[in-house]
């Protein structure tokens, strides 16, 4: 059986910066992997969500990109994941999947998670405490802010 926990979160002025940060990068992977799909589907060129997360390495390194190195490897990953299912879902007969905007766009997902008996921690967000009575039970397998 699959729970869901929500939590709220007392965060600094520099977490903050932090979220909108990453924000605009998952932002900008998403539009940057739904314009490369449509591009190469155009062409006859199928790829795959493991295509486009193998082609992340390149956009750090040789495209320029060096502030996607702030971002935690696996909330990009993450984030190509959810446009690849947009685009999976598609296929499936739903609608075609939009453009990430500022004004729809605001969650990052995260996938590795450690937990302690009363507070979680977040790849390079850190420490999330919780309350006593409000401990997740079982292993966390990802967490969105």
């Not at 591009?39 to 750090?60: P, T």
């Not at 453009?99 to 937990?115: D, E, N, R, V």
């Amino acid at each position: 059986m699959i729970k869901t926990y929500s939590f709220k979160i007392r965060h600094s002025e520099k977490y903050s910066q932090w979220i909108e940060s990453t924000l605009g990068a998952t932002r900008f992977i998403y539009n940057l992997a739904k314009e490369t799909k449509e591009e190469c589907f155009k062409k006859g060129v199928r790829l795959s969500g493991y295509d486009l997360s193998n082609q992340l390495v390149q956009c750090k390194k040789e495209l320029g990109f060096e502030w996607l190195k702030e971002v935690p490897a696996q909330t990009l990953q993450g984030t190509i994941e959810r446009m690849d299912n947009s685009f999976k879902r598609f296929f499936k007969g739903a609608g075609y999947p939009k453009w990430a905007s500022k004004k729809k766009w605001k969650s990052i997902p995260f996938k590795s998670i450690k937990t302690t008996h009363n507070a979680f921690k977040l790849p390079s967000f850190g420490v999330v405490k919780v309350f006593k009575f409000k401990e997740p039970k079982g292993d966390l397998k990802t967490a969105t802010i």
